[in-house]
């Protein structure tokens, strides 16, 4: 009984340290924002490649035509899938995520969920598409606003995942690597229906990391600054007179 008494004492205390730690650790950080910059400059240069275009590259179409779904159950499934990016789909899962994020994450989770996905989809359907002008049967279409929007709350799952503490290590691995299988199944879904290019899918990867990333790194520093106020507390402490009346007392002794 003291045993479960004890584990359990563990637990909770584990649990509030989630809620407190950082999404991004310090030490990951820098790798972190590096992967954020690699991923915001591969779609500009797709951006920058396929502006104003109609049609794919070679590899699209040869990709295209190796994930093309035929009719009957794999289209039906697709169907499904390609749909999980749709407005109704992403309020709910928003919806769900938000208080979950708060429970096991604290302020820092509920910040990334209102944050990162939203501003993901923003950038994605009121700036880049308008200002890249690929299409696909004369829609706009990169990148692929249902990719980033499945992306973007994936990717956001991951890093509230990967920070719990009170689940084992593999368990988190299995959870990011279901994840990542989500993405995956979404993206091909879009192109074997002929609603996306490949290099869509893979602009709505990139903004999805590059914004969700950099939300986390930002949420933890304005959280880093207002959980310390050293700094305030020192220029206090320095401003105040008492500090230096046994200062003055002393030399009045020794004189």
């Known amino acids: 009984m003291a045993r479960w008494t004890?584990?359990?004492?563990?637990?909770?205390a584990r649990s509030l340290a989630d809620r407190r730690t950082r999404l991004i650790s310090a030490r990951a950080a820098r790798r972190v924002a590096a992967i954020a910059v690699l991923a915001a400059a591969a779609t500009a240069a797709l951006g920058w490649r396929y502006a104003g275009d109609t049609d794919g590259g070679r590899a699209d179409r040869e990709l295209t035509g190796l994930l093309h779904?035929?009719?009957g159950f794999p289209r039906i499934v697709g169907y499904g899938f390609s749909t999980l990016g749709g407005p109704g789909p992403?309020?709910?899962?928003?919806?769900?995520?938000?208080?979950?994020?708060?429970?096991?994450?604290g302020g820092r989770g509920l910040a990334l969920v209102l944050v990162g996905p939203p501003t993901a989809m923003v950038t994605?359907?009121?700036?880049?598409?308008?200002?890249?002008?690929?299409?696909r049967g004369g829609e706009l279409a990169f990148p692929s606003g249902h990719a980033t929007s499945v992306t973007s709350i994936a990717l956001t799952s991951a890093v509230l995942v990967l920070g719990l503490?009170?689940?084992?290590?593999?368990?988190?691995?299995?959870?990011?690597?279901?994840?990542?299988?989500?993405v995956l199944a979404v993206c091909?879904?879009?192109?074997?229906?002929n609603i996306h290019y490949p290099t869509d899918t893979l602009g709505a990867v990139g903004v999805s990391v590059?914004?969700?990333?950099?939300?986390?790194?930002?949420?933890?520093a304005w959280a880093d600054l207002l959980a310390d106020p050293g700094s305030d507390t020192a220029r206090e402490a320095q401003d105040r007179p008492t500090d230096v009346l046994?200062?003055?007392?002393?030399?009045?002794?020794a004189g």
């Open 6 to 12: 004890t584990g359990r004492t563990r637990g909770s």
């Open 69 to 71: 779904l035929p009719q």
């Open 90 to 105: 992403v309020v709910v899962a928003l919806v769900v995520l938000a208080p979950l994020a708060w429970g096991l994450r």
């Open 124 to 135: 994605t359907s009121l700036v880049l598409k308008p200002l890249i002008e690929r299409t």
């Open 165 to 182: 503490t009170t689940i084992p290590r593999v368990l988190r691995r299995v959870a990011v690597g279901g994840l990542a299988g989500l």
């Open 188 to 193: 091909a879904s879009l192109i074997g229906r």
């Open 210 to 220: 590059s914004v969700v990333l950099v939300s986390a790194l930002v949420v933890d």
């Open 246 to 253: 046994p200062r003055i007392r002393g030399a009045a002794t």
